[in-house]
Every structure is written in C-alpha cells, then in structure tokens.
C-alpha cells in the first residue's frame, strides 16, 4: 500500500465543493533514543512517523468556518475523502469573524545545529559519554540517563501561495544526579534542550548538579524561621517569564484571559532593575527558535514585549492580531529578558537562599502568587553557605517583581534567554 | 464497538511481521494503535470541531533477547515484511561503543492468549452538530447567568481507542471510548479576573452532557466567591480535602512512588519500604486499569498485559508496586498491567491509570464538625512527586476556611500543600464514605510523557503545611 503523500491531500481537497481555502501543516520526525539505567544500556528506540494536519476553511454567510483533522501516513483513500467531506460540514457550523489567511510566502531552511551532520546515535552516545565524563563526585551517580536526538522537518502550505518548510536538530536530555550516604540516598531531576552539542558543557552541568546532590545529602531543614531575598537560577526564571509573558499574546487578550492591558505596569515601583523583555524568532543555541511560524507559515517578527517593567506592546498569530488590529510578529517561541549590571558575586553577597530544586515553581498571575516548595537550596547567611531542605515559600508577584536585580551573565534554558540569576525579596519562607 | 477498520487490515501483517522478526530475537511483539479524539468547543467569540490532541495511528514493533529491549516506532507495517523485518534489525544495530554495556533481562512470558475486548458507548450517536450544538447551549446559559463572566467556554472530548497486540503467542484487540466535558467561565468583579472550570466524565455521552447542565451555577457562584478569596497564611492546619485533592495526594505520595521502573533505577523509597506502616492504619490504596471504570479503564496495557485491580497500601502497609513489562523482566516480578505509551511513537514506561484512596466510615459533616481551625481544600491544579525524597507538593485551585468546626465562605487561593509523604499519610485521622473519581486527570513521567489518568476517592481528614 502507497504511503499518503502530500499531492494526494492536495488533490482530494480540490476535487471537494465549497471549500473557500486549505491549509496543511506536514510534519516529519526521525528520533533516536538510548535510555540508561546504571549506566547501562536498557533500551534502544528509533521512531519515524510522518502526519499532517489539515484545516479545511469554509466562508459562509459573512462568516468564516474552519476544521481540522489529522491525516497520518496510512491513512486510506476512502478515509481520507470522509475526513475531508466531515471537515468541510464542520466548519459550515462555524462562525468566527473572518479573518485572512497569509499569502505568497516561500522559506526553505535549516536551523543552525552542529547536530545536521552527525549520525543521531552516535550524537546521544556521545551525550552519555559526557554524562559519564561528569561523574567524578565521589559517592554520587547518575541513576538514570534518557537521550533522544530529534531531526523535526516542519512545512506549512496553504491555498494562497505558502510554502514554507525548515528542518530543525535538538537534543533532549533527562537525568537523575544521585548522592548516596550512610543513612540515606537522595536525587536531583535535571532535563536540559539543546540545538548546539557542546560535550564540555554537557559535563561542566552535570559535574554541577552532582556536587549539588551531593549537598543534598547535608541539606536540612533550617532551624530558624528565614526572612532573606532568594536567588532564581534560570530553570524557574523560564517558568516566571512564561507565564508573565501569556498577559501580552494576542489570542490570551481576545478570549479575555489577561490580567495587563498594554501600558499596565509588572512593576509599579522597581527598586532596583527594570524588566525588558523581547520575544524573538530565534536565537542560536535556543531550541525553541523556528524560521517561521509553524502553525501558519507567517514570518516571525522580533517584538519588545515589557519595556522598564511596562507591557509595552503584544505579540501573536496573524489570525488573532487581525481579530485585535494590530500587526502580527507570528507566534514566537525564545523569550528574550535583557541582563542587569550585577555579577553573580554581587547578587550572592549579602544573606540569601538560592534555590537550586524546587516541586515547581507555582506562578499564579490571577491570584497574584508566586511560590512553591523548595526540595534543595543553599542559605548564606552572610558568612556561611549551608544546603537546606523541607522548606516553602510564598509571596505577592507583584511586590516580588518590584525587587528584582538581575545579574550580568547570559544563559540558555528552554525556551528562556536571560540572566543566569536574579535576586528577588518579598517572600515568606516557612 | 469493534476494532477500527484500520486495524483489523492490519493483524494479519502484524503477525507476519513478528514471524519474520523472530527468526532473529527471542522475543517480539507488535502494538498497533488507531486512536481518534475530536474536540468540539463553543467560547463567547470562537467555536471550533477538530481532531483533538489524543489523535494517534501508527505501530510499535518491540524486540528482546534477554539483554537491552530494542523499539521501533513506524506509520504502518504493510509492505514486503522480509524487508521490513530487515530494515528494523539494521536500524535498531548496537553502536559499537555500547555494544558490552547492556542490561540483562528475563525473558519475557508469552502466555497463550487470542482476545477481542469492547465496551459499550453512545459516543457514536451523537454528530459533530448535535455536539456543537450542547456546547454554544452550555455557554449560551453561563454567560446568561452574570454579567460579570467575560468569556464562557463549553467544550467536549471524546477519546476512541482501538488497539491491536500481536506476539508470537497472543493476539489481543481492544476498543473503548470515553468523553470528557468541561465549561469555563472567566469572571471578572472587583478590577479582579478568576478562571472557574467544572467537569463531567464518563464512558456515554448522555451522562456527561446531563451533568454539565446541572453544573452551571455552582461555577458561576464559585467565580463569585473566588474573586473575593484572599492568600493564605501559611502554617500547618487541620486540612479536609475533596475527592479530586484525595486523589492528587495517592497519585503524587504513593503512586509515582510504586512505579517499579523506578525501583530498576533506585530512584523510589518504597521498594525498601514493602510491608512497612507508610500511612495511616484506616487507608487502603488501589491503582488498576481493572480497578474501576474511568478513562484509564483499558483491557490490556502496551505491553500486552491484562488491565489489573492492584491493592497498594492495605490498612496503611505497602503491599506492592505497580509494572511494565521491561520493568518486571528486570526485577523478576510478574507486571501489572501498567505499561502505558504517550503515543505510538514513544516508548512504555510504568504509568498509573486509576489510582484512588478506598473509602472510609465517617460522614463528611462529621469530619468538618471535628476541625476546630483548619481548611477544606478543593480542586485538582498540578501536583509533583518526589519518589526518592518522598517530599510532595499539590496545587489546589482553592480552599475554603472551617472555623469552630462549621465550613464558611472565607476562601483562599491558589493553595499549595507541602510536606514528607509518610508524615502527611499518616497523619490521615479519618475518611469520609463518599467516593468520586474523576477522569480527567495527564499524568508525566518527568516532564514529559503524557497520559489520561484517573484518580480520586473519599474526603481525607490530614494535618499538612499549606502556603
């Protein structure tokens, strides 16, 4: 039996009636993954799979309709002619405003990656390889290892002249530092991204996380009640801007989800540094960048988003920014936030906790909440830096936001371009 | 319901495949899945009927022979199977430099078993139309209900599950369907926005439908008093939690903690902890595909192991752990049922399906009249485990003050409740008769590697630190 192509979707969608436009997102991945237990190989996977996902668009009665569906590979003949007939009588039940859908756009590309010419397996042995390298903390382990290395071909046509593709190389990465003592064993949980293979870093970060889980070993909870600004490390900045950063898509303002309009302050008295924040396209080594927007093919544009702790401007999908008049920059996925002056050194000078694993970092904007339990951080009181445990804490994001100093260095983690720390005061630490 | 039409196409390739196959490995198997979902949505401003994100079709072959476990996850499997059968043993070669550190394995029963299990639904019966037309009714009467809600939403999601397993000795067919229903509201009062959701679940359509109706105005009063809900003081308290919060507290303390895959990698407590006190003497645990009728409600798991009814904690012992085939084969254990994929295209590891708390003796009035000062705390937000460490945290959307013993409408949110997994358990003083478990849970490995999953119980009288 013949593989579903993509002329063959074309071709069906033509010979259907009435349908007013056609958009199709085709999607390739190839994944190699090895899977370490003790250091040992437990499993070997590879998966290919191909599918697309189709949007029928119907204008009807001043309105506009539209409906998707998935077509795999294998899908048959018959069904594929029975998926299109549903999609065309769904969207006929639809009545969004119209909205226009973009034209004549042609990207080809690849994201830069080091990785395009590796073989994949040889990639995520190597990453093993310098997880294995890391490993020098006496006592400690990594328990578990998990590596896969994904080739994701995206490309995106519609009926009005798009055809856009881009071929796109990360690495994810999942392991489980462990510290094993007399009376107990402890671990960390570390998962990294990354579209840039860097062995040395790989190793350096691990060699890191081992030294901490060695701490956590040590790590109590603190004897007195803490009342000292806390150090965010750039795991749970990305979390903290994430979900800052939902206030300013266009399509969280027209279904009415937003807390700030644009000119709202996130900071209404900053004490120390401002925020600036800058959603891009892309950003090399960020593995949330893309050539274009790949849901729709748009071109996507670089847009400052919070500008001296203001919502300067919103950001978002062609289809939405029409729904609100304003100009789309296509959904953009690297979140860009501008560095302070401070060195790490001076951010850690005076008494602080610095966390270093939390259960997740709650960021709450509706309730104005931001907190979480803490599983491993360092408290410096001035003089001395411990490691503690069984502790949590709580405050008022909007208080917190006013505190904050970032440091001068820039990391990657995620989808999160940024300081590598920021110091923030204002929680209740219990 | 009978297997998709795709499926049954297929069984015979499939069992051409793990011939062929097994000429060279011990052991094969093929999963194929054909899983359909549509999501039908009615907001204030935009509507939608599309396939949903639970879409899946494609096969899994998995090979072993007595070593490391090799997966190949592709679209189909027609075609030339001494060639297919080629290609996957070729693509799935050791890299040299891994070829002397594998793991070593049990080999793996293959029990003779030929089986077609189905469940009944009225999924079918119901067309997109009639679906969107339940929804914009649904949203239609809670924007109706106040002026202060600035956009409603209703939506339905319907999951329809066909699966095949082939091995050398079995052949298992499987199809069963559930619907998920929701209406949203965001209310806004007082310069302040708060998102309200409730839920229906089930296997027929009709009930699910019938149940969001009646749940209109406990949202639209809950919005009301929500916009009013302050912050917590943090501190340890009498807690009394519902059954969604019951059921967050036996996912994230004790079932995270008994997925064997983690007693292979030493990354669990429990595994020394079988047949030892880690809860309160009243509290009986169970985590099953058998164990009761909810969306993780399967006949046979993605490794071809029959759904099971396993009893975790009996009067507060740890009895046993929950496992996927890879996971048994290393530990020497039989699996139970919980070997559970994402998606065709990612591999099993141990994952919970309903997991839930028995109930107990008392009234629930009776537990609330029993709290001098503490909270009842309502609604599933996220949770996270922590096996090794047994530190737990759950996120619920709310919680509502019990002063002198009566429950009020001084509300608190978001509530977050911390603590060490044996202190909270068995801190556990009484458990309510009431028992509700609801569907419409993911559940991660990680960060990743989502699956629908059940979880719930009784309401559970705790001391635990809330911040």
Known sequence: ?430 | MALSKFLQSRVGDAKELVGELGKKFEYVSVLGSDVKSLNVRATKRISNISDGSDADRGFVVKLSSGNAFFEYSLDDITGDKRELAKKIASELALPKELQDSEISSKPIEDEPLEKAFERETDVDDYSPRELLDACATLKDKLLEMSDKIVNATALIRTLDVSKLFVSKNRTLTQRYAWVNGYILAAYKDFSRLVNVREGANGHMMKNVLEELSEKLEKAVDKAAHLVTAKPIEPGLYDVITDPSITGLLAHEAFGHGVEMDMFVKDRALAKHCIGTQVASPICNMHDGAAATLSVASYFFDDDGVLAHDTLIIKDGILLRGISDLESASQLGSEPTGNGRRESHKRKAYTRMTNTFFESGESALEEMIASVKHGYMIFETNNGMEDPKNWQIQCVAEYGREIIDGKLTDNYVSPVVMSGYVPDVLKSISMISKDFDVEGAGMCGKGHKEWVRVSDGGPALKLKVKLG
């Open chain 1, 1 to 430: 039996m013949q593989k579903l192509t993509l002329h063959d979707i074309i071709d069906a969608i033509k010979r259907q009636n009435g349908i007013s436009d056609f958009k199709i997102v085709n999607t390739k991945k190839q994944s190699h993954e090895l899977f370490f237990v003790h250091g040992k190989l437990e499993t070997l996977r590879k998966a290919e799979s191909e599918s697309s996902v189709v949007t029928l668009y119907v204008a009807h009665d001043g309105k506009l309709g539209n409906s998707s569906f998935e077509a795999t590979a294998s899908l048959m003949a018959d069904e594929l002619e029975n998926k299109l007939a549903a999609a065309r009588e769904n969207a006929l039940l639809i009545f969004d405003e119209p909205y226009e859908l973009p034209e004549n756009l042609h990207t080809d590309g690849v994201l830069e990656s080091n990785l395009r010419d590796m073989p994949p397996f040889e990639v995520a042995a190597k990453v093993a390889s310098a997880v294995k390298k890391a490993n020098e903390t006496p006592g400690c382990d990594v328990n578990a290892l998990e590596v896969f290395v994904v080739k994701t071909t995206t490309r995106v046509i519609n009926s009005r002249n798009v055809d856009c593709s881009e071929v796109k190389y990360t690495v994810n990465l999942e392991a489980i530092p462990t510290a094993n003592g007399e009376k107990q064993s402890v671990e960390l949980f570390e998962t990294y991204s990354f579209s840039e293979l860097d062995e040395d870093l790989i190793a350096c970060e691990l060699s890191a996380r081992l030294k901490d889980v060695a701490a956590r070993l040590e790590a109590v909870k603190p004897a007195k009640k803490l009342t000292c600004p806390v150090i965010f490390n750039a795991y749970e900045l990305n979390e903290l801007f994430g979900e800052l950063i939902f206030n300013a898509n266009f399509a969280s303002v027209y279904s009415h989800a937003n807390t700030l309009e644009k000119g709202d302050a996130l900071q209404s008295a900053p004490a120390h540094d401002k925020l600036n924040v800058t959603m891009r396209g892309k950003i090399k080594g960020c593995p949330a960048s893309a050539l274009f927007d790949e849901n729709d093919g748009c071109p996507l544009a670089d847009r400052q988003i919070i500008k001296d702790g203001k919502l300067a401007a919103l950001y978002g999908s062609h289809r939405f920014a029409q729904y609100l008049g304003e100009e789309p920059t296509g959904n953009l996925g690297c979140i860009e936030v501008e560095c302070g002056t401070c060195s790490e050194e001076e951010l850690a000078k005076g008494e602080h906790l610095e966390l270093v694993y939390m259960s997740g970092l709650q960021v709450d904007v509706y309730n104005d909440y931001i907190g979480g339990e803490i599983r491993l951080a360092y408290y410096f009181d001035g003089n001395k830096r411990v490691p503690v445990t069984s502790i949590a804490m709580s405050g008022k994001l909007s208080d917190v936001l006013n505190t904050v100093r970032l440091s001068n260095k820039q990391t990657i983690s995620g989808a999160y371009v940024g300081p590598s720390k920021m110091l923030a005061d204002g929680f209740n630490i219990f």
